[in-house]
């Protein structure tokens, strides 16, 4: 404490305890001059400049972590704000990161629905487009041959009759008319039509899902483009959903229409089942205490009720049934075959081609200014830039500071 400082401070009127700031001071003196201390060491003035100087020695010591701290954040923020997006400034800036932006995300697709690739979404196993569009079209398969139509055992033969019973006509008995056989088979084929018009609408749903997800992260940062974006991919895929589920009522109606197949395995299949027909019809009509018959390639089918029909109907029931079990595993091994290869032809065309000229079309034919409303940022992205300008600048302001500090310290050691 300087002179002028003491004698402003003892020409106050201050008092401690009963006694004046003087009379501390005396005592202090007195009591300093009887210890046997150095009378260097001894004294509020060098007690004060003991504080100081342990004071500096902490700060000293604390400084070189503070300044660490400031600069990590500093540093972060930095980082951060340049990870950003660049503030756009014409419509030729907009033009080029909207084309970037369609170009990465066109990229992204092709790797995780055409080749497979899902390395940029390795956790997200929604995202892992191939596996899951495996796993449906399994799922598809499954449930077209386990639904009711696939029941070639039960009421055996019964609806085989019926039919050529209906379809009786002035004609040899053991003709066999293809309109009973066409007949069957568009019951057969109306009834599981539903299977594969649903399978479509799930398929390309999940299809939307995915292509959108990778739309919205690669335009994160422009809320008006993913609005578009999102738009035309809507727009799109809703075309293509409508497309497949015509192309899936044409193929249905095509198998009721026809009765046809060039697979060699329609002929085998066929014979192996018919070369059983002459046993069948023995133990139907003469072997009266057999209740039910084995037929390989089918199962054991139930016979006691059939023993009331005439043997020329019950062998052209059994050829019916026998020629519709061989052509119905072709006819639903061809609903699931088309259905592969039309996902796999309408996904690429997706990716590679339509998608890129809907959101184009979508973006920049429609004349609004939809480009340059991308020069808009945000009001979350445009807060977030000013709360990062400014702690960038605090930061930097007060490392200037802290370095000053520092080099006073170093200076004074």
């Given at each position: ?314 062998l052209q029931a059994f050829d019916l049934k026998m020629r519709m079990t061989a052509y119905w595993k072709i006819v639903l091994r061809r609903l699931v ?77």
């Amino acid at each position: 404490m300087s002179n002028s400082s003491e004698n402003e401070v003892e020409s106050l009127p201050q008092i401690i305890g009963d006694k004046s700031y003087k009379e501390a001071r005396k005592e202090e003196a007195d009591s300093f001059e009887n210890h046997p201390l150095d009378k260097s060491m001894v004294g509020i003035p060098v007690l004060a400049q003991k504080l100081v100087h342990t004071q500096a020695t902490i700060i000293a010591r604390c400084l070189p972590e503070i300044v660490r701290t400031s600069n990590e954040k500093l540093n972060a923020s930095v980082s951060e704000l340049n990870r950003m997006p660049k503030t756009l400034s014409s419509v030729g800036e907009a033009l080029t990161t909207f084309m970037g932006i369609v170009g990465s995300a066109k990229e992204s697709l092709n790797k995780i629905i055409v080749r497979g690739d899902y390395d940029e979404y390795l956790e997200d196993k929604n995202m892992h487009c191939t596996a899951r569009l495996v796993e449906m079209l399994d799922q598809y398969s499954d449930e077209l041959h386990k639904c009711s139509e696939n029941d070639l055992t039960g009421n055996f033969l019964m609806d085989e009759i019926q039919v050529l019973e209906e379809a009786k006509g002035i004609q040899l008995p053991n003709f066999l008319s293809r309109t009973t056989f066409l007949a069957i088979l568009q019951k057969k084929v109306e009834k599981v039509s539903h299977i594969p018009v649903a399978f479509v609408e799930k398929v390309w749903t999940y299809i939307e899902g995915v292509v959108i997800s990778v739309l919205m992260h690669h335009s994160e940062n422009y809320h008006r483009l993913q609005l578009s974006t999102r738009r035309a991919s809507h727009n799109l895929i809703a075309r293509m959903k409508e497309h497949s589920r015509n192309w899936v009522t044409e193929i249905v109606q095509m198998e009721k229409l026809t009765d046809y197949t060039s697979n060699p395995e329609y002929m085998k299949d066929w014979n192996k089942l018919m070369a059983q027909q002459h046993d069948f019809t023995r133990d139907v009509l003469e072997n009266g205490y057999v209740a039910t018959f084995k037929i390989e390639g089918l199962g054991v089918v139930p016979i006691a009720g059939l023993r009331g029909y005439e043997q020329h109907v019950l062998l052209q029931a059994f050829d019916l049934k026998m020629r519709m079990t061989a052509y119905w595993k072709i006819v639903l091994r061809r609903l699931v075959d088309f259905m592969a290869l039309h996902l796999q032809f309408c996904v690429r065309n997706l990716v590679n081609k339509e998608l890129q000229e809907e959101i184009v079309q979508e973006l920049v034919g429609r004349h609004d200014g939809a480009i340059e409303r991308m020069l808009e940022e945000s009001p979350a992205v445009a807060a977030k830039r000013e709360k990062l300008n400014v702690s960038i600048k605090l930061l930097r302001e007060s490392s200037n500071v802290l370095g000053n500090i520092m080099d006073k310290i170093a200076s004074n050691v």
